[in-house]
């Protein structure tokens, strides 16, 4: 585990800086666990101050502190992030390896939900579920939501390896040798599709923060909770950019671009590091 | 041919469930919420006017009868398939009396040309630049773009569209930011409005446009990059065909066919995207009506939008299919 990554760091530099770049939000957003003032509160400092040695990123028209704000902000998001892709990994493990392993007709049925799945344009489904919800819609449902669509992606993907898995040779011996299909699918193919489930991880965080920005920029969410979405929600009622109080927009969308690209930059070196062909290019060997 | 009806037909199957899961999640979760819609509308009328209880009531009984609900579950669901096939959503409450359903149409023209013409442009621009970056590997133009590509295409459409709102909205003010044509041309078949459409048009397509040429040019790029390896390009290099024969009769349509599947399942993510941008630019648009319909509590508006739309992706991915044996002669075969 350890060479591979060194490996990555040292021939892959998309590896490098998506690392430094993921790396330092993320350590920005873990300061939030130290922060001196509760971020949900307003007016809680002198609002409008650009930039100083004081208010390191400025207030904004609320009266907050935008360098805490943002670092709760982008905690609350993060964690957003790795619940949605924790639990539809987990459908998308599932439902790959099945699908793979099992073949005929549950593979059928399953590779038919979930073209389904992928087709439905969710974001008119998502406007509905707040439409409906309005403020009992908080961000854990607003995730399990989304992990039920995030899914059928990936888990092609991992059918598509577990079918080729199924005809190996170690499997026809884990079957004789009794194996159960849960034990099977667990402990001999789980492992080889590990490195896709690490690289769409990342991929499907990229998404459902996306996404999450998207909702509360338009006010769908819980606007009091901060999150990147929320902050730039306010900075919009507030009309940040026409009065002038441009840091309010510009450093968080600063932070997003850094989050977003680091987090694209390991998505796509892992997947690079999975297909050897292209590794070995890289390496020069 | 007896191939590519049998290809066809599963499509349209595939289709008509797409539609069908979609339209009954929408009935499914404006039925199971917790929440009353019948008197999230009274709440909302009667904090406006000053009602009386007996119209109150009036208005309950209407509303009942209009949403259908207080029948069993099954009766509700059977109803609104009906009301569904005839496109009957009831009157909008945002802008009573007129029929939902009108105002979708009335908005669909707009959404549409955008997500058609974005799409085009995304995908051809990407792919033809993706194709020769990859058959061209050394070349440093294509190399400097395929990182700017990179850099641009995991950012949020919101993020990308307010970014080009601000460049040209308050630094180099040169294109219209807002609304679908400019207020003083009268909407019809004459130059003026065409071409103030076409210019308000520039800035939602170019958001689009920017954010999703990078996926199908850095997808594009690692499928030529392989393809120019295969043997057959190799043997057609030696045997000495045009290069540009090479290029776009043998790589450009192998690797199209993944890229064309790829377009039929990105097409619900482009149209979330384009209604977003709707919202950013003012685009007269499905939407910005989804998003005033949401924000004014019109329910039969909200659940016509998202059925419309549900409907519109899927039939769009079907068409995106039906070129598939166009370029994939083993579809037509088998």
């Not at chain 1, 390191?56 to 009266?63: P, V």
């Not at chain 1, 439905?120 to 579920?129: D, H």
């Not at chain 1, 990342?202 to 909702?215: K, R």
């Not at chain 2, 917790?34 to 509308?41: K, S, Y």
Request: net charge neutral.
């Amino acid at each position: 585990m350890f060479a591979v990554f060194r490996d990555l760091v040292r021939y892959n530099i998309e590896f490098a800086i998506g690392l430094i770049l993921v790396t330092i939000v993320v350590v920005f957003s873990a300061a939030s666990f130290f922060s001196p003032v509760d971020p949900s509160l307003i007016y809680m400092t002198i609002p409008d101050q650009p930039p100083s040695p004081q208010y390191w990123f400025g207030t904004n028209s609320r009266g907050q502190d935008m360098f805490w704000q943002l670092s709760a902000a982008f905690r609350n998001s993060l964690i957003f992030g790795l619940t949605v892709a924790v639990l539809s990994r987990i459908i998308s493990i599932a439902v790959g390896l099945t699908s793979g392993y099992v073949g005929g007709w549950v593979d059928r049925v399953l590779m038919f939900i979930n073209d389904i799945f992928v087709s439905v344009p969710i974001f008119p489904i998502l406007v509905l579920f707040y439409f409906v919800l309005r403020n009992h819609m908080d961000s854990f449902t607003l995730a399990l939501i989304m992990a039920a669509f995030g899914w059928p992606f990936d888990a092609r993907l991992i059918r598509s390896v577990a079918v080729g898995l199924k005809h190996r040779e170690f499997t026809r011996h884990a079957v004789f040798a009794g194996m159960s299909t849960r034990k099977v699918l667990l402990e001999e193919h789980l492992p080889y599709v590990m490195p896709i489930v690490f690289a769409t991880f990342m991929n499907n965080m990229l998404w459902s923060i996306g996404l999450e920005v998207t909702l509360a920029v338009l006010g769908f969410t819980n606007i009091n909770q901060p999150t990147i979405g929320t902050v730039l929600y306010w900075a919009n009622s507030h009309s940040a950019m026409v009065v002038g109080t441009w840091w309010w927009i510009v450093i968080p969308v600063i932070l997003i671009v850094m989050t977003f690209l680091g987090l694209f930059l390991l998505a796509v070196s892992m997947n690079e590091y999975i297909d050897p062909r292209s590794r070995l290019r890289r390496m020069g060997a | 041919m007896q191939g590519y009806l049998w290809f066809i037909g599963k499509r349209a199957l595939q289709m008509l469930a797409v539609i069908f899961c979609g339209i009954s999640a929408t009935f499914l979760v404006t039925h199971m919420s917790p929440i009353d819609p019948v008197e999230q509308v009274l709440g909302r009328l009667s904090s406006r006017a000053n009602l009386s209880p007996e119209a109150i009531i009036a208005t309950r009984a209407a509303l009942n009868d209009l949403f259908g609900t207080g029948a069993p579950i099954l009766e509700q669901y059977v109803n609104f398939w009906t009301r569904m096939v005839q496109g009957d959503f009831g009157p909008s409450l945002m802008a009573f009396p007129t029929p939902a359903m009108n105002l979708v149409t009335r908005a669909m023209p707009w959404t549409l040309g955008l997500l058609v013409s974005a799409t085009l442009i995304t995908f051809v621009i990407g792919n033809l630049l993706g194709a020769l970056a990859g058959y061209n590997q050394n070349n440093r133009f294509f190399k400097i773009f395929g990182i700017i590509a990179m850099g641009i295409q995991p950012i949020p459409y919101y993020v990308v569209a307010f970014i080009l709102l601000i460049i040209f909205g308050f630094l180099w003010p040169v294109l219209p930011i807002s609304g679908g044509f400019a207020m003083d041309v009268t909407p019809g078949y004459n130059w003026p409005f065409i071409s103030s459409v076409l210019q308000h048009a520039i800035l939602p397509t170019f958001s689009v446009v920017l954010v999703g040429f990078g996926g199908w040019f850095i997808g594009m790029r690692a499928l030529v990059s392989n393809v120019v390896n295969d043997d057959y390009v190799t043997y057609a290099e030696l045997a000495g065909v045009q290069k540009s024969t090479i290029v776009g009769s043998y790589v450009i349509r192998n690797a199209m066919v993944p890229q064309l599947t790829a377009l039929a399942l990105t097409l619900g993510g482009v149209f979330s995207g384009t209604v977003i941008t709707e919202q950013v630019f003012n685009y007269p648009g499905l939407g910005s009506l989804l998003i005033d319909a949401v924000n004014a509590g019109d329910y039969s508006l909200v659940l016509a939008v998202s059925s419309v739309s549900i409907t519109a992706v899927a039939v769009a991915i079907f068409i995106v299919d039906l070129l598939h044996p166009l370029l994939d002669p083993r579809v037509r075969a088998e």
